[in-house]
C-alpha cells in the first residue's frame, strides 16, 4: 500500500518551460489536493478536486493548472514557469464524509520545483 | 492579519521537558482543529483532531481547544527527540470540501 506517491521528486527548469507532477493515490479517496510549501509561507492550497473530473481553485491558482481524469491521479500543469513558483508541492488526499473532507489529509513526499 | 497565525520558531528544550506549542486564528466559522507533524523532506502527517472546544489526549500529547479565545494548543509531555520536527496547526469550517488553513509551522528541536 504506497499511499500518495508523487513523480517527480525533484525537477529543475528554466523560465517558461513547462512541466506536469503527477499525484497518484491507491487509497480510494475522493478528494485530491494540491499544496505548495515556502519558507515563512507555510502550506497553501493550489487547486483541489472532490472527484473525477472535477477541480476547483483554492488559495493561489495563477499560472497553474490541473485535472483529475482518473480517480486515483490529479495532476498539477505549469505551463509557463517562473522563478517565483520555486518551491515544494505536495499532493494530499482524503476520505469524504457527507460530502466534506474528514480533515486528515495524507500527504506524499513532495517535489521539489526549482524555476531559474 | 493572517488566518492562522503561529510562531515559526525554532524552539529548543531539553529531552525530557514539557512542550507547549500555540496557533490563534480570526476566522469564527473553525470548527475542527488539526496538528500536523511534517519531518525533514516528509509530507506532514496528521497527528491530533479535535472538534469546537475542549481537550484531547493522545498518549504524550494533547491538543487543547478554546474558541472563545480562539486559541488552540499542542502540549507534548516527556519530549523525545524523535519529536523534533515542525508541527503545523490546521483547521476548517463546518462544511465543504475544500483544503484545510494552516499554520506557517513551529520547528521544534529537543536537545538529548
Known amino acids: 500500500n504506497a499511499g500518495v506517491t508523487q513523480t517527480p521528486k525533484f525537477r529543475v527548469l528554466k523560465t517558461g518551460q513547462s512541466m506536469t507532477l503527477l499525484c497518484a493515490q491507491d487509497?480510494?479517496?475522493?478528494?485530491m489536493y494540491w499544496y505548495r510549501q515556502d519558507p515563512g509561507m507555510g502550506l497553501r492550497l493550489i487547486h483541489y478536486?472532490?472527484?473525477?473530473?472535477?477541480?476547483a481553485k483554492g488559495e493561489v491558482p495563477d499560472g497553474y493548472n490541473v485535472s483529475r481524469l482518473k480517480k486515483q491521479n490529479f495532476l498539477l500543469g505549469l505551463e509557463s514557469a517562473a522563478p517565483s513558483q520555486t518551491s515544494v508541492y505536495f499532493c494530499?488526499?482524503?476520505?469524504?464524509?457527507?460530502?466534506?473532507?474528514?480533515?486528515?489529509?495524507?500527504f506524499g513526499e513532495g517535489s521539489r520545483l526549482t524555476v531559474l | 492579519q493572517k488566518e492562522v497565525e503561529q510562531d515559526p520558531g525554532p524552539l529548543s528544550v531539553p529531552e525530557g521537558a514539557i512542550v507547549s506549542l500555540n496557533c490563534t486564528y480570526s476566522n469564527s466559522a473553525f470548527q475542527y482543529f488539526m496538528w500536523y507533524r511534517q519531518y525533514s523532506r516528509k509530507g506532514p502527517e496528521l497527528l491530533m483532531y479535535t472538534y469546537s472546544s475542549g481537550n484531547k489526549e493522545d498518549g504524550r500529547f494533547t491538543a487543547q481547544v478554546d474558541k472563545s479565545s480562539k486559541y488552540i494548543s499542542l502540549f507534548i509531555r516527556d519530549s523525545q527527540p524523535s519529536d523534533s520536527a515542525t508541527y503545523l496547526c490546521?483547521?476548517?469550517?463546518?462544511?465543504?470540501?475544500?483544503?484545510?488553513?494552516f499554520g506557517k509551522g513551529t520547528h521544534l528541536i529537543i536537545q538529548p
Open positions: 494530499a488526499s482524503s476520505y469524504s464524509h457527507r460530502g466534506r473532507n474528514t480533515g486528515e489529509l495524507f
Open positions: 487509497m480510494n479517496h475522493e478528494y
Open positions: 490546521a483547521m476548517r469550517g463546518g462544511g465543504g470540501a475544500d483544503g484545510l488553513t
Open positions: 478536486s472532490v472527484g473525477e473530473g472535477t477541480t
